[in-house]
């Protein structure tokens, strides 16, 4: 389900300790939210989205549409 995850970080050529770097969590934390071992909270969806310039819904797999939605203004 969150292989768009794994590959948005890789394509930014990013390590997965900095990512959790910038979420401020853990490295292993952040390595299960890859693995589906554990839930991500809403608040850290919400970031990851915005940072990868897509949808909560391509994060979770629920669309293969990488663009985001209309944003709030």
């Given amino acids: ?3 768009h995850l794994r590959g948005l970080r890789e394509d ?3 390590s997965q300790a900095e990512m959790a770097g ?3 969590i853990h490295q ?3 390595s299960n939210y890859e693995l589906e071992k ?3 909270p809403l608040p850290t969806l919400i970031t990851l989205a915005r940072f990868f310039d897509t949808s909560v819904d391509y994060l979770i797999g ?4 990488r663009k985001p939605y209309p ?3």
């Fill in 12 to 14: 930014r050529d990013l």
């Fill in 71 to 73: 944003r709030k203004k």
């Fill in 62 to 65: 629920l669309t293969d549409e």
């Fill in 22 to 24: 910038m979420l401020n």
């Fill in 1 to 3: 389900m969150l292989e």
């Fill in 38 to 40: 554990g839930n991500i």
């Fill in 28 to 30: 292993t934390t952040y």
